[in-house]
């Protein structure tokens, strides 16, 4: 017995010294590492499928995912064209959940060429996607890692977008096909999980999170606000391709198939820093940085 766990013992460190990076290797920060890169490891984000949401106390940008959720990208392209939400408001802040936003009933406006329901968008078949992968379990899906940019997670024949923090999704009511992208909310709390599959997940923020995850907590039921002086009025959506140049963010943001994106992920995985007393050596899928920079 005490040879069979001697030999248990020596197959673990040699696991764990395959897996780990090499201790000799200079330690990189963050910031070191992005600014090391090579432009390839970049790529524009389109400013088709960037939203421009205008707030009283700022602008916050939202990418789309086209290849992830293609109807409701076209349809929230559509409302952004009808300048569907100018007027609206954030209608909702639930404490470590979601920051919602839309119309209300009684306050309709044309959808000109969008559809009020669409067919769900929840996954889409595993075949083909590129995902760069995590090692590390995840307790919600076979897989986990990122694909052309965002957090996803696979069944092995499905694959999916993570609710993590930032991250865009399309609300709907009990029926699969009654969301349509008219009322968006984003995740400013821990990752509920829970939610993946159920629920359409458009896009995620790339710049100014801070106006929505600080917006004033609702009083009402699941955060909602309870009179019209609580609400923040939105005064305008508009996509990038709508916006003059000098209007527009020329935004990239890091590959998620690229060298330095695992070399982030590595970083973040085992703490080198001088602060770090146990590098860990693991990673939840929403604590990996999604870096993006605005192109010079």
């Known amino acids: ?142 897989e986990v890692g990122f694909a052309n940019g965002f957090p996803v997670a696979s069944d092995g024949r499905q694959t999916w977008m993570a609710h993590c923090y930032g991250m865009v999704g399309a609300g709907r009511g009990d029926t699969a096909d009654s969301g349509s992208g008219a009322e968006l909310y984003v995740v400013i709390g821990h990752a509920p999980r829970h939610l993946d599959r159920n629920i359409a997940t458009v896009g995620r923020v790339l710049q100014g999170m801070e106006l929505l995850s600080t917006m004033p907590r609702g009083t009402g039921a699941l955060g909602f606000y309870e009179t019209a002086t609580e609400r923040t009025t939105i005064r305008s959506v508009r996509l990038g391709s709508e916006l003059p140049a000098s209007e527009r963010v020329n935004l990239e943001a890091l590959r998620t198939d690229s060298a330095t994106f695992r070399d982030v992920i590595d970083s973040r995985r085992f703490r080198r820093e001088s602060w770090f007393l146990e590098p860990v050596g693991h990673i939840n899928l929403c604590n990996v940085p999604l870096p993006v920079r605005v192109r010079s």
């Open 1 to 142: 017995m005490r040879l069979f766990g001697l030999m248990a013992l020596g197959l673990l460190a040699a696991c764990a010294s395959a897996e780990a990076p090499a201790q000799e290797a200079p330690v990189r920060s963050l910031g070191e590492i992005l600014e090391q890169s090579p432009a390839s490891d970049w790529r524009a984000v389109e400013q088709n499928n960037l939203l421009y949401m205008q707030l009283p106390g700022g602008r916050v940008i939202i990418e789309l995912a086209a290849d992830y959720t293609p109807l409701h990208t076209a349809n929230i392209q559509a409302l952004a064209r009808a300048h569907y939400w100018d007027g609206a408001a954030i209608v909702r802040s639930q404490e470590n959940y979601v920051v919602q936003w839309g119309r209300d009933e009684a306050d309709p406006r044309p959808m000109a060429s969008a559809t009020a329901t669409l067919a769900p968008e929840f996954d889409r078949a595993r075949r083909g996607v590129q995902i760069t992968r995590l090692p590390d379990p995840d307790s919600y899906a076979r």
